[in-house]
Every structure is written in C-alpha cells, then in structure tokens.
C-alpha cells in the first residue's frame, strides 16, 4: 500500500505533506504533488500535515479520486528527479484553489 495524492492538491501545492515525509516519496510537478508509490513506506506522516485534505492510502481514496493511485503511479515516474522534501511557498492563489472543483484536466504535466 501507498499513499496517494488527490484532486484537492491541484493549483494548490502545499508542501508541509514533503517535508515530514522520512524516505522523500514526494515528487513535484508545475501545479500538483505526487508520492512514489515504489518509495512510500505507509508511515501516515504526511496526512495530518496536509491542510486540504488531498492525501489518503491507496485503498481509502474516495472513490471519486480513485483514477489518481494511476496518475501518481504516472507522474511519480515522469517526475523522478523532481524530488521534493522541504516546505516552499504554496503556489500564489493556493487559498483561492482549495475549495473550487478540479480535474486531471488542470495537472500541468510538463515544466
């Protein structure tokens, strides 16, 4: 089991989750964070720190969410060597984001 990251973080990019995370699973893209599920170890760290309730365990994602265990699997890997593991500002209008509706539609993938 790994943890996952949802809809909530996207455009929003609050990085406390990264920096408590002991084995740096967290990987960073433009507007949204991912965990690896190959170098999460399941410690639950990060979801208390998460202040819009994006992170949750691969089989407790809503199931609403559940199409992002595929796209963390994805971005993990493309983003590999985006490894974050400290706290940096949150993207500009990440307070304006976190209650609005999104979608994968909204990921930006590439930097």
Request: glycine letters at 0%; proline letters at 8%; aromatic letters at 10%.
């Amino acid at each position: 089991m790994a943890y996952v990251v949802t809809e909530p973080c996207i455009n929003c990019k609050y990085t406390n989750c990264a920096s408590v995370c002991p084995v740096d699973a967290f990987r960073e893209g433009p507007n949204f964070l991912v965990i690896s599920p190959d170098d999460c170890i399941d410690c639950d760290a990060c979801v208390s720190e998460c202040p819009v309730e994006a992170i949750f365990p691969d089989d407790e994602v809503p199931e609403k969410w559940e199409h992002y265990i595929e796209w963390n699997e994805k971005l993990a890997e493309k983003w590999d060597d985006k490894v974050i593991n400290e706290t940096v500002d949150p993207m500009p209008e990440a307070d304006e984001w976190a209650d609005k509706e999104k979608s994968v539609d909204d990921i930006v993938q590439d930097w």
